[in-house]
């Protein structure tokens, strides 16, 4: 003020120093279009009259045009004149030495320097007789676009009010934008001015939070002004409005406004956290002493920017006011906890109670106690929510294990034999911990109204997985007939391998639960027995049949006997079969056995012991039930009724109690069981007692011999059909020559026999023709006739005659068989050419020979004659002739 008025002194001397002073305020003057403009204009250190007069004037683009003067209505220019006649541009004394010029309603086109002139009253001119003064017309281009990206958002969550605000015209004017709140029917009440001229302006109601930094500016320019509230609270909720002001700052330095907009955002919803967040614990639960107790605590909702406090909470009664037992801070920090109460947070919104080995004390209801915090600033928090779950309930007990015991037949037999296997399984086990299983196996020969049924324990298996085998099954066990065994998971099985026909009854299983004592080893806590299974299989009758089916039909003595056997079998397992071959001269007399083959198909002659037909029968297995029998050379004893009788067999395995010293029937150490046997139908051989059939034929190995030369002609018997033993047969043979004899002696005369005896007897020579002759015996059947020297009466058909006599077994006597004729067998004699030459050849020779004799008897005689040499002739010459001769 003091500084003001000084100044003013300074004026003053200077004005009446200087003379007349005009003044108008400092330029330039913006204004906007529209608006209402007063221009004010004072005059002071001036002369004359107190009284003074004021002309306004308007210089536009050098022109000047005149306004407004008080003392001249006719003074306003032609463009002018209807503005200031209608009022809107007016001229208004304020005292004797100041004006103002009003304009009602600025138009753009008033921007221009405007002048005020007052008429000198003064006596010399001295001084300004006006001053200017610069007006500036500007539009209204002020525009506001509020925005809230994310009306709704939840606490704690960051909201952002968003502002843009943009004008045209920037010179010599200044922006301001200011966020408010409104919050139910209240006015709006400002948060934060950001202008004019940057400066940044807090309500008082927001210092502390902006101060906090939970209000931020956004300012990112070309218009955009955005405010940022971190950590939005429920009060936060609420409509916004924003706020533009354009300023102009006057001559005197203060800050006008010009322009103001206003514009609502939009409301804002702010969801509490302590709605969302749910806090739940699960669940009653009975713990057996020692055992873990493990309880978690869920939190849900939005805990994404949440500092969560976490408290158990534990109290002797579901009323009863509980008391904290552990806690966990925001920052994790755990109070409370111990070895024997740990808590964790095992998930973002998990925390987890583990208390081992729980004792009686630790039962109680327990319940969980969250408090959620949002960060109110950087470095402070509030709490938003705090939630308490249901409690649940926790027991601890002395608890015996529990489980439950399933006995199945996994095997059943079907026949004595077959394999059982049961299981015995054990299931939904509770609080055995570190208990162990163990079994025992119970026999009962329950049989269907037996009340005397005595139970006996097979073996057992115990906690320790050692077998304890019952003392009567102490040897089945060892010997693996029967088996004890554990698989996985808690299945006991029981396995007999061969199932007797005694081990029918009914089986159980008696399942115990040990626990460790005090003392250090085992204690059983429990027994359950399962409900007892039957194992029985209804013996079925094993059936067999035999038939027995003709191949080949003895039709006569010494002809091959044939037949087979077909083997049915039912209700048997695995057999074996035995087939032995009887035979019986008449149907139900006595049998006797031919042969056979045991179920190991070891072949074996019974009571066919006849020497020398040995091999005549033959047992052969030719299919899986098939057996074939053949009886080759069948003779009249054999005749009969031949038949198969089958065993059927199964083997009894692993048997200790066999007989030592049986070597037969066993095979692979087991023994063969006889368990059926069967007859199969008869087949007959008979054929007619024909007797031995012979037939005889002649052999000879030279059809045609040279004279002189022996011939060999072999009668041979066969045998067709039977043969009787060597000693019971013997032969008469007799050969004979035809038809030379046969004409001779009437056909009758045999050439030579022999008796069935072997006495060799010739026929009288009746003819010299008659060679020599003999027969022999070659072999038993053979008799072979030899002519000596033989002659062309020799040559001629021979053919033998045998008569079979034959010995009866029973009575001893010989009786002769029929006479039996070979074909005849022509022998020839090589004869004709050499008896034919032998007579001129001789004839020849000797004429020769005297011719010689003749000449030499000649020559002597005359070398006698002439010598007188007489010679002597050798009787031996002539008997020499006289052989050739001969
Ligand atoms: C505000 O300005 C920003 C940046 O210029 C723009 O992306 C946004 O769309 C504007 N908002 C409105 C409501 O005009
Ligand atoms: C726990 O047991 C109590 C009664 O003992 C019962 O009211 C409550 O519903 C149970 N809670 C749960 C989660 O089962
Ligand atoms: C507690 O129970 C959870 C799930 O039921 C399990 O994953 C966790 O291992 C348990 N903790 C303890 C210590 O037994
Ligand atoms: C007897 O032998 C002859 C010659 O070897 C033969 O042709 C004939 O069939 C035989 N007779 C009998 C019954 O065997
Ligand atoms: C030889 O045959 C003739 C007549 O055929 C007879 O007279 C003579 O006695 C026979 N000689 C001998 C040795 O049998």
New binding site residues.
């Given amino acids: 003020m003091e500084e003001i008025f000084a100044s003013f002194i300074v004026l003053a001397t200077l004005a009446l120093c200087e003379g007349r002073v005009v003044k108008v305020p400092v330029g330039p003057l913006v204004r906007v279009e529209g608006q209402a403009v007063s221009l004010r204009c004072d005059v002071s250190d001036y002369e004359g009259p107190r009284d003074q007069d004021f002309e306004w004037t308007m210089l536009q683009a050098g022109k000047e045009l005149q306004v407004v003067s008080t003392f001249d209505s006719a003074y306003p220019d032609t463009l002018l004149r209807d503005r200031v006649s209608s009022g809107d541009i007016s001229i208004k004394k304020l005292s004797d030495s100041s004006v103002e010029l009003k304009i009602k309603k600025v138009r753009a086109t008033d921007s221009a320097t405007y002048r005020c002139s007052t008429p000198s009253t003064d006596t010399t001119v001295k001084g300004n007789y006006f001053a200017d003064v610069a007006l500036k017309v500007i539009g209204d281009s002020l525009r506001v676009a509020p925005s809230i990206p994310k009306p709704v958002v939840s606490e704690g969550d960051q909201l952002e009010l968003h502002c843009n605000t943009t004008r045209a015209f920037t010179e010599h004017t200044s922006l301001s934008v200011t966020w408010s709140h409104k919050k139910g029917g209240s006015p709006a009440s400002e948060i934060l001015t950001f202008g004019p001229e940057d400066k940044v302006t807090v309500a008082t109601g927001s210092a502390q939070r902006y101060a906090d930094g939970g209000l931020r500016l956004d300012l990112r320019g070309g218009g955009f002004y955005g405010l940022v509230l971190s950590g939005a609270r429920p009060e936060d909720q609420g409509k916004y409005v924003c706020t533009a002001r354009e300023w102009v700052r006057q001559a005197g330095g203060s800050l006008d406004k010009i322009l103001e907009k206003s514009e609502e955002m939009g409301t804002v919803t702010v969801k509490p956290t302590a709605n969302s967040l749910q806090v739940t614990v699960e669940k009653n639960t009975t713990l057996n002493m020692e055992d ?1 107790l ?1 309880l ?1 605590c869920s939190v849900a909702g939005d805990l994404a920017s949440l500092g969560l406090e976490v408290e158990w909470l534990m109290g002797s009664g579901a009323s009863a006011s509980p008391q904290v037992v552990v806690r966990m801070d925001r920052d994790g920090t755990v109070t409370g906890g111990s070895a024997q109460l740990a808590l964790s947070r095992v998930a973002p919104g998990d925390f ?1 109670l ?1 208390a081992p080995k729980v004792e009686r004390s630790n039962s109680g209801w327990y319940s969980c106690r969250v408090r959620a915090w949002l960060p109110q600033s950087s470095s402070k928090w509030y709490q938003a929510a705090e939630m308490t779950s249901n409690p649940v309930q926790v027991l601890v007990a002395q608890l015996e294990p529990e489980f439950k015991v399933t006995l199945s037949a996994a095997v059943s037999p079907q026949f004595t034999y077959d394999p059982t296997e049961l299981l015995c399984a054990v299931t939904d086990i509770q609080h055995l911990r570190d208990g162990r299983l163990g079994v025992t196996w119970l026999y009962s020969n329950a049989l269907p109204g037996d009340t005397s049924a005595t139970t006996e324990t097979i073996g057992t298996l115990n906690e320790l997985g050692v077998l304890v085998a019952g003392t009567t099954y102490q040897q089945r066990l060892e010997s693996g007939d029967i088996a004890l065994s554990r698989g996985e998971p808690n299945v006991f099985r029981l396995r007999l391998l061969r199932t007797r026909t005694q081990d029918m009854g009914e089986y159980s299983c008696s399942v115990s639960a040990w626990t460790p004592s005090r003392q250090g080893g085992w204690e059983q806590a429990k027994e359950i027995s399962s409900t007892p299974i039957k194992v029985q299989w209804s013996p079925k009758t094993p059936v067999l049949s035999v038939v027995a089916h003709r191949i080949r039909e003895a039709s006569s003595a010494g002809s091959t006997f044939e037949m087979s056997c077909h083997v049915t079998g039912q209700n048997l397992q695995n057999p074996g079969y035995s087939v032995l071959v009887r035979t019986e001269e008449k149907s139900g007399a006595a049998s006797r056995k031919v042969l056979s083959l045991n179920a190991d198909s070891v072949l074996q002659l019974e009571e066919w012991t006849e020497p020398g037909r040995v091999d005549s029968v033959a047992l052969e297995k030719t299919g899986p039930l098939e057996y074939r029998f053949r009886l080759y050379g069948a003779q009249l004893r054999d005749r009969g009724f031949y038949y198969c009788e089958v065993a059927a067999w199964t083997r009894e395995q692993g048997g200790s109690g066999s007989s030592a010293g049986s070597a037969s029937g066993t095979r692979g150490g087991g023994d063969w069981t006889r368990v059926v046997s069967a007859e199969s139908n008869k087949i007959h051989i008979s054929f007619e007692d024909t007797g031995p059939v012979f037939n005889v034929s002649i052999h000879s190995d030279q059809h045609r011999v040279a004279p002189g030369e022996t011939a060999k002609l072999q009668c041979i018997i066969t045998v067709v059909g039977a043969s009787p033993n060597t000693g019971d047969v013997s032969f008469e043979v007799q050969w004979f020559q035809s038809p030379i004899r046969a004409v001779e002696n009437g056909g009758a005369e045999p050439l030579v026999s022999m008796d069935r005896w072997g006495v060799v007897r010739k026929s009288a020579p009746a003819a010299n023709l008659s060679a020599d002759c003999s027969l022999e015996r070659s072999d038993a059947h053979t008799f072979t006739l030899s002519v000596h020297g033989t002659r062309d009466a020799d040559a001629g058909d021979y053919y033998c005659v045998a008569t079979p006599w034959l010995l009866a077994p029973a009575s001893g006597a010989w009786s002769k068989g029929r006479q039996l004729k070979s074909q005849p067998i022509y022998l020839s004699i090589r004869l004709a050419l050499w008896a034919s030459m032998r007579l001129p050849l001789l004839c020849g020779v000797g004429a020769a020979v005297a011719v010689g004799l003749l000449s030499i008897l000649v020559g002597l005689i005359c070398a006698q004659c002439c010598c007188r040499n007489a010679l002597h002739t050798p009787r031996s010459t002539n008997k020499l002739m006289d052989m050739e001769m001969d």
Wanted: aromatic content about 0%; proline content about 0%.
């Fill in positions: 873990t493990n978690t987890r583990v």
